[in-house]
C-alpha cells in the first residue's frame, strides 16, 4: 500500500467508527442509539444496547460481534419464566426482516462483554463490530455512560 492510501484507509475508518457507517459489507444495516453503561472494575461482564435496522430488501443475519474491550462479547439474551426466574444465554444467530429491527435493550438481547480487558468508563466510548452472514460487517462507537443510565439519553 501506498502511504496515501494507507492514509486514506485510516481517514475512512476513522469516519466509519465516529458515524457508525459501515466501511463495506452490509451496507442495508443501520445501527442507532447505542450505549453501554459503565462497570464498576472488570471482574463483572459489560453489556452494551443498541437498535439494529434492516433498511435493505432482504433478510440480514447478525452471526456475532467483536471488540477490543472484552475477549468474550456475544448476543446474549435474558429470558423470565412464568414462575418469575430471569436467566441469560447466548442468542445465537439473529435474523433481521426487511424493514425491521433487532432492539438490545436491559432485560432482552444485548451485547454481553464478557473478560473485559479494561474498565467501562463513564464518558469514555469503544468500538463494537457486528458480524454478518454476508461477510460485511458494521461498526459502531459506543458511549459508556453512567451505572444507573436506562437508555442512551442518559
Given at each position: 500500500m501506498t502511504k496515501l492510501t494507507i492514509t486514506m484507509l485510516a481517514t475512512l475508518t476513522t469516519l466509519a467508527l465516529t458515524t457508525g457507517v459501515a466501511l463495506a459489507g452490509s451496507e442495508d444495516v443501520v445501527v442507532d442509539d447505542a450505549w453501554a453503561r459503565a462497570s464498576i472494575g472488570m471482574n463483572r461482564p459489560g453489556a452494551?444496547?443498541?437498535t439494529i435496522r434492516n433498511i435493505g430488501d432482504e433478510a440480514v443475519t447478525l452471526?456475532?460481534?467483536?471488540t477490543p474491550l472484552a475477549m468474550m462479547p456475544e448476543i446474549h439474551e435474558t429470558t423470565t419464566s412464568a414462575a418469575g426466574v430471569s436467566s441469560m444465554?447466548?442468542?445465537?444467530e439473529i435474523t433481521i426482516a426487511p424493514g425491521e429491527a433487532a432492539e438490545l435493550a436491559p432485560g432482552g438481547l444485548h451485547a454481553m462483554l464478557m473478560q473485559l480487558q479494561e474498565q467501562m468508563i463513564e464518558g469514555q466510548s469503544f468500538p463494537l463490530t457486528l458480524n454478518f452472514s454476508d461477510g460485511g460487517n458494521v461498526t459502531v462507537e459506543v458511549?459508556?455512560?453512567?451505572f444507573a443510565a436506562r437508555g442512551p439519553e442518559g
Open positions: 452494551a444496547y443498541m452471526t456475532g460481534i467483536s444465554a447466548p442468542a445465537g458511549p459508556i455512560l453512567g
